[in-house]
Nanobody, 123 residues
């Protein structure tokens, strides 16, 4: 089992920044690819970003490229999502997830999930 706890969400004005953190405990953190997903009211959960086990590779959904940065610190068992130039359409509950194997953008292929943190961007 891997336990994931997100933090760092909040209310921010458009153009502002937030940094989300996800602390992991349980099994070896570095064994898992990590991803961030988000879900807005009435919408399906969607892929935001993912990072490989060793942080060599990162992947982003097109609408966040150039604005969001995913990173991880395996020594601290933590993955981060730096979000800059936030837009109202970024408003959602953000979830981190751990994946043992599978397609990086597919929520169903992730094994463990956090409880989510709310991000609200006002216009």
């Amino acid at each position: 089992q891997v336990q994931l706890v997100e933090s760092g969400g909040g209310l921010v004005q458009a153009g502002g920044s937030l940094r989300l953190s996800c602390a992991a405990s349980g099994r070896t953190f570095s064994n898992y690819r990590m991803g961030w997903f988000r879900q807005a009211p009435g919408k399906e959960r969607e892929f935001v970003a993912a990072i490989s086990r060793s942080a060599v590779s990162t992947y982003y959904e097109d609408s966040v490229k150039g604005r969001f940065t995913i990173s991880r610190d395996n020594a601290k068992n933590t993955v981060y999502l730096q979000m800059n130039s936030l837009k109202p359409e970024d408003t959602a509950v953000y979830y981190c997830a751990a994946q043992g194997g599978g397609v990086y953008y597919e929520p169903a292929s992730y094994d463990y999930w956090g409880q989510g943190t709310q991000v609200t961007v006002s216009s």
